[in-house]
T-cell receptor
């Protein structure tokens, strides 16, 4: 079965702290894609990253970094030096080889306190 | 980059009326579009999958007669909430996949529906 688990429902950090959002997935596909999306209070889903199952290289984009570990089926997201504008709900998602099924985690609500 | 436009952003309607939400792919052809519903502080729930020129596939528990989906062209899908009731109030988001295998999903900005 395909499943995405985001165990952290809500996280609060003080501005400038680093924060890691956890994502654990389950899939029977050998080829799959993992995603992170940001949903600010305005509601739109902002695409952050897509990673395919054959690429375990960690990625850094500015203050954002992602750690993909197939051995533990995890795709964690770290925000360095958090800012108030990072406050949002973050969703981890999984899709199979095609794009016909997209599985969202339940989301982690991040609040960055100034 | 690819953009999906969803309209309207928000709508308030009276019980019993119907509301149409449009989802357009602006710079790519979307062979498949998806409609999601999101309740407050919850994740996105897939309602249905629509393929251009064919009937939509609805997820279990979603009333197809209540949530009419039409995907008449490669750039437009519409969701019509018929005879809306207050419990239909929610945030609806569409997404679209391109025509090539493994095209990434692009999401619209969502529509907040309030039924009074």
């Amino acid at each position: 079965a395909q499943k995405v688990t985001q165990a952290q429902t809500e996280i609060s950090v003080v501005e400038k702290e680093d924060v890691t959002l956890d994502c654990v997935y389950e899939t029977r596909d050998t080829t799959y894609y993992l995603f992170w999306y940001k949903q600010p209070p305005s509601g739109e889903l902002v695409f952050l990253i897509r990673r395919n199952s054959f690429d375990e290289q960690n990625e850094i984009s500015g203050r954002y970094s992602w750690n993909f570990q197939k051995s533990t089926s995890s795709f964690n997201f770290t925000i360095t030096a958090s800012q108030v504008v990072d406050s949002a709900v973050y969703f981890c998602a999984l899709s199979g080889p095609g794009s016909d099924q997209f599985y969202f985690g339940t989301g982690t609500s991040l609040t960055v306190i100034p | 980059g690819a953009v999906v436009s969803q309209h309207p952003s928000w709508v308030i309607c009276k019980s019993g009326t119907s509301v149409k939400i449009e989802c357009r792919s602006l710079d790519f052809q979307a062979t498949t579009m998806f409609w999601y519903r999101q309740f407050p502080k919850q994740s996105l729930m897939l309602m249905a999958t629509s393929n251009e020129g064919s009937k939509a596939t609805y997820e279990q528990g979603v009333e197809k007669d209540k949530f009419l989906i039409n995907h008449a062209s490669l750039t437009l899908s519409t969701l019509t909430v018929t005879s809306a009731h207050p419990e239909d109030s929610s945030f609806y988001i569409c997404s679209a996949a391109g025509s090539s295998y493994n095209s990434p999903l692009h999401f619209g900005n969502g529509t907040r529906l309030t039924v009074t």
